[in-house]
């Protein structure tokens, strides 16, 4: 599984979880990090790859064999207008708040 991060300052983060083929697992929430952070995910021995700007403060926390932290994964906002556009055109809005 591939977590992409985003700091949302202190110890929360912006994430979401992503299977091999880059389909979506969970939805994207806001999540104070601590050390029974994606427990579920580690007792059942799925490898999780975590990456982002919000992943390296987390790595103190998330301590399982099986996390792992990428500095070659970047997550970068130059692929959004492309998204933002396809979401345009099918008319999918979201409130920004949430």
Do not use: W
């Not at 021995?45 to 990456?51: A, L, N, P, Q, Y």
């Not at 998330?62 to 070659?72: G, H, I, Y």
């Not at 970047?74 to 949430?98: G, I, K, N, W």
Request: net charge negative.
């Amino acid at each position: 599984l591939y977590c992409p991060m985003i700091d949302a300052r202190r110890m929360e983060v912006y994430s979401r979880l992503f299977d091999g083929n880059n389909l979506p697992v969970t939805e994207i929430t806001a999540e104070i990090i601590d050390e029974r952070s994606y427990q579920n995910y580690f007792a059942s021995k799925k490898r999780v790859i975590f990456c982002g700007n919000g992943a390296e403060k987390c790595r103190p926390y998330l301590t399982s064999p099986e996390a792992s932290f990428s500095a070659v994964i970047h997550c970068s906002a130059s692929l959004m207008p492309t998204l933002a556009l396809q979401a345009f055109t099918e008319r999918h809005f979201v409130d920004l708040a949430y």
